[in-house]
C-alpha cells in the first residue's frame, strides 16, 4: 500500500508497522495528507483501511480508529427537490456532515444526489431515512447508497465482516430462528453518470460544440445502420461476457453468491436458466454466458477425480478470457450465421428500397451490401475467373498513380467528416489529388537527380563478382560421437490426413533409424508440429536410441520448449509442450533447435511419402528407400 500511495502524491509515502494491524504512515507535505484523507475509503482485500490523524503525545489506539469517510448517494429524490440543506441534513443523519458534490445539486447531472460523509465503523450503516419536503403531502423515503463499499454485513449492516462471520447472526441460527437480511448489495452505490450534461459541461464551454454534436449525429447514423449497429452489439456481447467469466473464474465473490442464491439455487451457473422476469444484470450476464460457451473447454487435470477439471478459454495461450479474443470469435460466428436474403434487416431493405433513385442504382446498391459485385475475388471464388489480378493492371503507371491518389484523397476527406473536421467540397478533391502528385513527383525528381551516381562498366562488374550469392541452407551433422533427429509433419489438401516422419542420422550423416506414422485428431498448425516432435521423441525413447540434438522447422515449437520454465500456460499446444519436457528427461543433454525448412527435407520427404501410407513404418540401420536421394545430398557436406 505504500508504493500504491506514493503514486497517488508528491512524495514517497513510509509505512511501517508499530505492532499488530497498526501501521503509522509517514507523509513528506501537507498536500499529500489531504489527498490521502480525500481519497477515502481505501480498501486492502476488500477490507477496510481505518486512517487517524494524531495529535501531539497522543497515545494511539485500536479503539481511536473507529472513522472514515464515504461519498453518501441518496436515491429517490422528487424532482427539484436537491438543495445544499438537505445535502447537510443527509450527513448529520448518517454521521458527521463534510461536503456536498455541486454538480449533483443540478437535475440534469443526474437522478441522486452526493454527500461526504464522516461514519462511526462500529455503527451500522444508515439504509435510508422518512422525511417530510415542503409543498409535498406525505411523508418520503430516501434511499443512501454508498460509493467503494468494502465487505459489509447484511444482518447487522456493520462494516468488516460478512454476514456469514456475523456473531448474532449466528447466535440466531444456532437457536433455530431463520434471520432476515435486512441489509444487501443493493446499498453499494451506482457507478458515477456520464450524461450529457457532463459532455455539455467540458465541450460548450470551451466554445466547441461540433465535437459534442459529431457524437450525437454518429448516433443516429449508427442506430439506422443495422451492419455498423451489428458491430456495436458484438463488442457489448464480448464486453458482457468478460462479466460471465469473472464470475465463472471467481465464483465465491459477492455477486455471484447473490445470483446463485436467487437464480440457480439448487444448480449450477452453466445451465441455469433466465427464469421468470429476470433482473437486467441477469440478462445481461446470459447473454455475455452464450457466447462464453463457444469458447470454453475442459482441461482435464493429472488426477483420477474430475474436480482436477477445469473450464478454460481455449482461444488464448493463458487460458484465460479477454475481450479482444471474445470479440473476434463474436465476429467470426456472425460472419458464419449471416445470408443475402432480403428478409435479413427487413427495415433496412425497406428503407432502401423506397428511396427515390433508379431501379439500377437500387439493385446495385443492393448487391453491394451483399457482396455480389463482379468483383475479381468474387469471380475466383465462384471459379469463373482464375487470377484476382485487379483490372486496373491494364492502365499505365501515371494513370495507376493517378486513381491512387485520388482513392486516397477520398479517403482523407472522409475521415476529416467523421473525425469533426471541415473536409473539402467535393469538386475540390480531384484538383487537389493531382495538384499533390505533381509537386510531390516534382520534389523526388529532382532529389533523384542530385543524388545520382554514375559508375562505368568496369566497376560495375567487379562489384558483382565480389557480390556473395546466397545458397539456401542445407542439413549440418552433429558433432563426433553425437546423434541428431530431424522430424516434420505434412497433411493433405483437405487437412484430414496427416502422417509425420522423423529421421535420426550420426556426424558421418548416415541413417540409424526412420520411421513414419499417421497421426490422428483435429490439430492446429503448431500442435501438427508439437504432436510430430512428441510421438518422435516416445520412438526414440522406445527403441532406446541416444539423441544429442534435436532440429525442427517451428520456430514457435522450439521456443515453447526452450522456454517452458518462464511460461504458466495451460492450452492444449502448452500440454504438449509439457509432456515433450518431460520425455526429453530421458537424453538430459539433447538440445532443441529451430532450422529452415531447406535444412529438414530428409523428414519432410519422408512425412509426405507417409501420407500414401496407412500404417507405421520403421526403418533400423539403413535409409529409407523413398527419400534416399535427399539424404545423400545431405551427407554431401
Same mark, same amino acid.
Given at each position: ?483 541428431? /533427429?530431424?522430424? !516434420?509433419?505434412?497433411?493433405?489438401? &483437405?487437412?484430414?490426413?496427416?502422417? +509425420?516422419?522423423?529421421? =535420426? %542420422? @550420426? ?105 500414401? /501410407?496407412?500404417? !507405421?513404418?520403421?526403418?533400423?540401420? &539403413?535409409?529409407?528407400?523413398?527419400? +534416399?536421394?535427399?539424404? =545423400? %545430398? @545431405?551427407?554431401?557436406?
Amino acid at each position: 500500500m505504500g508504493e500504491f500511495w506514493s503514486n497517488k502524491c508528491r512524495f514517497a509515502v513510509m509505512v511501517s508497522e508499530m505492532h499488530s494491524d497498526l501501521f503509522l504512515l509517514t507523509l513528506a507535505c501537507a498536500g499529500d495528507q489531504r489527498r490521502i484523507l480525500s481519497g477515502e475509503p481505501w480498501h486492502f482485500f476488500n477490507q477496510l483501511i481505518l486512517l487517524h490523524l494524531p495529535s501531539s503525545l497522543q497515545n494511539v489506539t485500536k479503539d481511536d480508529l473507529c472513522h472514515v469517510q464515504f461519498w453518501v448517494q441518496t436515491h429517490r429524490l422528487p424532482f427539484l427537490s436537491k438543495s445544499r440543506a438537505l445535502a447537510k441534513k443527509v450527513g448529520e443523519w448518517i454521521g458527521e456532515f463534510i461536503d456536498v458534490h455541486g454538480d449533483s445539486l443540478h437535475e440534469g447531472w443526474g437522478s441522486f444526489m452526493r454527500t461526504r460523509v464522516r461514519i462511526d465503523v462500529n455503527q451500522p450503516l444508515m439504509r435510508g431515512e422518512m422525511i417530510t419536503l415542503p409543498h409535498v403531502k406525505d411523508e418520503h423515503w430516501l434511499e443512501f447508497r454508498y460509493e467503494n463499499l468494502p465487505v459489509f454485513c447484511f444482518h447487522c449492516g456493520k462494516l468488516g465482516h460478512p454476514f456469514e462471520k456475523c456473531i448474532s447472526f449466528m447466535e440466531m441460527v444456532d437457536v433455530g430462528a431463520d434471520p432476515d437480511l435486512e441489509y444487501g448489495p443493493q446499498m453499494i452505490g451506482d457507478k458515477l453518470p456520464t450524461s450529457g450534461y457532463d459532455r455539455y459541461r467540458s465541450d460548450f464551454s470551451k466554445a466547441n460544440a461540433y465535437s459534442f454534436l459529431t457524437r450525437l449525429t454518429r448516433k443516429s447514423i449508427v442506430s439506422s445502420i443495422p451492419a455498423l449497429q451489428s458491430h456495436r452489439n458484438l463488442s457489448i456481447g464480448a464486453l458482457l461476457a468478460k462479466q460471465t467469466w469473472r464470475i465463472l473464474d471467481t465464483f465465491d465473490s459477492l455477486l455471484g453468491k447473490v445470483l446463485k442464491a436467487r437464480y440457480f439455487k439448487n444448480g449450477d451457473f452453466i445451465s441455469a436458466q433466465k427464469g421468470i422476469l429476470p433482473s437486467l444484470t441477469w440478462q445481461s450476464i446470459c447473454d455475455g454466458r452464450d457466447l462464453l460457451l463457444k469458447g470454453l473447454k475442459w482441461k482435464i487435470g493429472n488426477g483420477p477425480f474430475p474436480r482436477e477439471d477445469k473450464l478454460i478459454w481455449h482461444l488464448s495461450d493463458t487460458g484465460f478470457y479477454t475481450v479482444k479474443f471474445g470479440y473476434h470469435l463474436a465476429v467470426s460466428l456472425d460472419s458464419i450465421d449471416e445470408h443475402s436474403s432480403s428478409s435479413s434487416h427487413r427495415k433496412w431493405w425497406n428503407r432502401l428500397w423506397t428511396l427515390r433513385l433508379p431501379k439500377k442504382v437500387k439493385i446495385f446498391a443492393w448487391r453491394f451490401v451483399d457482396d455480389a459485385l463482379p468483383t475479381s475475388v468474387n469471380l475466383v471464388h465462384r471459379k469463373i475467373s482464375p487470377s484476382t489480378a485487379c483490372t486496373l493492371s491494364a492502365h499505365n503507371d501515371a494513370e495507376l498513380e493517378m486513381i491512387t491518389c485520388l482513392m486516397w484523397s477520398i479517403w482523407s476527406e472522409r475521415n476529416k467528416e467523421i473525425h469533426g473536421t471541415k473536409p473539402k467540397p467535393a469538386d475540390l478533391i480531384c484538383t487537389f489529388a493531382t495538384s499533390y502528385l505533381d509537386q510531390y513527383q516534382k520534389v523526388t525528381s529532382i532529389k533523384a537527380a542530385s543524388a545520382a551516381i554514375f559508375v562505368d562498366n568496369s566497376t560495375t562488374s567487379i562489384q558483382q563478382q565480389n557480390t556473395p550469392v546466397r545458397s539456401s541452407p542445407s542439413w549440418q551433422p552433429p558433432m563426433v560421437g553425437c546423434n541428431k /533427429l530431424n522430424c !516434420d509433419v505434412a497433411c493433405d489438401n &483437405e487437412g484430414a490426413i496427416l502422417r +509425420f516422419g522423423a529421421l =535420426i %542420422r @550420426d556426424h558421418n550423416g548416415d541413417v540409424i533409424a526412420g520411421f513414419s506414422m499417421p497421426l490422428r485428431g483435429c490439430y492446429s498448425p503448431k500442435e501438427m508440429e508439437a504432436a510430430t516432435l512428441f510421438h518422435s521423441v516416445q520412438w526414440a525413447i522406445q527403441h532406446q536410441i541416444p539423441i544429442h540434438f534435436i532440429e525442427i522447422d517451428s520456430l514457435l515449437v522450439a521456443n515453447a520448449i526452450n522456454n517452458m520454465s518462464f511460461t504458466s500456460f495451460i492450452t492444449p499446444f502448452h500440454g504438449l509442450v509439457v509432456d515433450i519436457c518431460y520425455l526429453l528427461s530421458y537424453f538430459p543433454r539433447a538440445k532443441v533447435s529451430h532450422i529452415k525448412g531447406d535444412a529438414n527435407k530428409a523428414a519432410h520427404a519422408l512425412a509426405k511419402f507417409a501420407l500414401r /501410407l496407412d500404417e !507405421d513404418i520403421s526403418w533400423l540401420g &539403413e535409409i529409407p528407400s523413398p527419400i +534416399f536421394y535427399v539424404v =545423400i %545430398r @545431405d551427407a554431401q557436406f
